[in-house]
């Protein structure tokens, strides 16, 4: 993978009022596929709390905006492969709130697979518990194998599942708003303890749910979770421009990464919101070496470690082949469906394909190239290097920040804050400490929702397309 | 309210293998209605980890054996009458997980309103998350409310509830047996991380549910949490004798409450399990005073600051009446329906009846009896007077241990682990400290659950009714 040479004077333009978002992606043993068969990884980081607590401290200690958790309500893959099976998202995340002070939580959960009055409890709580941090990276959740664990026989189509999506998603935004937040009057003298006229039960009957009543948690810190979205497709970039304030992607390369940028802020232009509330954080994988021959080295052994009958075997769901139809050694076939025919995750599908097609990878070559941070970019270098890129992605308009994607945790989360957080700080692109106590809100620059019972104009002008 | 007086001989058995279970149910002021009227009481106490937190430690300084929160996935009543609202109970645990060390966790949770595999997942996380200190307080939820919050428009019938709930469970139990204990094998020179033989997915197609796939977190370490039932009705005594280990319930004598008992322990042996391995506890309300005048005074003063008119829309409530019906001085009419034909809370319905009939309650008098502990009996007196009505319901087939249920807190808890805890283990009836680190169900004596794709014939011999 080409380090990039920054444009000259891309990079130290000083401190400004605009600096780097940076959230830390967790995962076990860390996101190369191949990170738990290295001598220092514990297998068992899965299910470690300590494991996650001590990952959690080095983000803040680096002073990251915020934790994120991938989910799918499903196992994945087989277990022989690589760790699966983890602690439920929004479960750890508040052990987690527990032993950070300052740094955001987001959970990924689905739309498709839960309820909106339960989901919407459970983060207007960790928002409570947090004192303000949680974060709800909203996903429609592909798959069939999701499907099967809630009755359905097959996943419901990708746009049925969007619409499913914004539905819930404006039954969530009205069940956070069902408290005013001076409904609490607390006069004891009267036996008042709160105003009912100031309880706005959602009364929602739409195409997907049927919702009547008043949230049972007061309205929270944030007003609504941080709104994260991380689909690429043309659904998913529609939805993001609408209701989300955060979006994860995959990019290989700094024009398709700028393209992508300028064509979602465009796209929130035009759903009537400032594209400014909206940040695009793309996905890297950062791997660290004293010298850039260090760091390849580095890289050279997490891929030697790779099963290569594996990533066929991921490679294949992915493309929904048929078992055995990849071979190692040769190329993709060549009559692979288009985007548009796949209801699965269409913009990882295209992101792979096109990889493997640009570059006439064979399959083998392709897993490699994939092994690292799974279609998102992989920087190996000096910190100077990696610095140099995200500065370089950051002012020429590819990225808000970064989603930090260590190939190995907690070794790779420790090297980053360690050696390229202090240079992003010198070079004015990162804050130095939290300061005073702030929401997760606060922190992207982002108003605290209004409430749609009060402010009717605002919040019309916030939901228009 | 009398304090019973014990029977010669009945306490100060001296120490036996047998001890009392002690749970502390938290409910943000206190469990009498009034709690936050008075002059200490933190009118947001609802909202306020810190005070859950304090309250979880001071439980855990009196060696309870557990926690427990209720729920339900509406808003109750008007917020005017006293705190509503609350932490989801899953989430406020966790972070009370993190905060003490031996204590069990027990969360309310609806098998009406979640699914399977979205549960399983949130309790295995806990128990991980806790080191084994998980239960689930298993609830059917009753009331419209809660069905209009979830896309129905009345409840589903009560038996269909339970039916429900059973099919829930048995999914649940193979969801958390979808791994078995050692899985995972880190090969890290083959590259093996797990054996896929170990994984079994839950294949279960039912009444109400379809469940294809494994869960994906790992068996926790208790295996299941521990289960917990509260529905006193026939379908939930039922229920309890099947699935449950432990079973909360409100009592209002000492008759009535050995008569539940020996009904639920022959139940249990009738549905083929040993009846030691269910315990039943009683939910108490003490309010302590250092002389017994002054416990009924603190009573007092918290009766005095019931708001009749609230009392009078919750019974109409419960009973299903038409606003207005009820008079305060006068009794519940005389034309109400059997609980047969009550669809929604049928014991709690059946034990309010009862009591105002039994006694010939005014409505006025009534609320006043329901007001400290909803049904649930108040122990008024002094610490000695406490203990000795403990250690006679222990002693004499009443109970297993408590629900002990504040009136006021923090001080009700405070006072009860300062004044009754020294008491009970003087006598033998209470464990001094932890000891070594034990799951819940350790503590309640009960085995860790044979995994039923190793042991068919034990885990069929669990499940038979």
Redesign the interface.
Known sequence: MTIRTPAPGSTGTGPGPRTLHLNAFLMNTGHHE?S????E?D??A??D?AHYVALARTAERGTFDSLFLAD?????N???????????P???L??L???TEHIGLIATASTS???P??LA??F???D??SGGRAGWNIVTTAGA?AA?????DAEPAHAERYARAAEFVEVTRRLWD??EDD??V?D?AA??????A??HP?RHEGTY??????????RSPQGYPLLVQAGSSADGKAFAARYAEAVFTAQQSLAGARAFYADLKRLTRRAGRDPELLKVLPGIVPVLGSTEAEARAAEQVLDE?I?PE?GRVRLENLLRLEPGTLHLDRELPADLPPESAVEGAKSRYTLVVELARGERLTVRQLIGRLGGGRGHLTFAGTPEQVADAIGTWFTEGAADGFNIMPAVLPSGLDAFVEHVVPLLRARGLLRSGYGPRQTLRERYGLPRPANQHLAPALSSALTTV
């Open positions: 191949a738990w068969r290295l001598p990884s297998p068992y899965h299910v709390l799918g309500p499903q196992l994945w087989t277990v022989a492969q690589r760790p699966a099976g983890a602690l439920e929004l479960t750890l508040t052990a709130a527990t032993a697979y839960n309820s009055y339960n409890r459970r207007a709580s960790l409570i518990v194998e099967r664990n809630f009755g359905l069902s408290w409904t609490v607390a004891k036996g008042v303890w709160g105003d009912d100031k309880i959602a749910f049927k919702v009547a009543g008043a949230l049972n948690v007061p470690h099963v594996h």
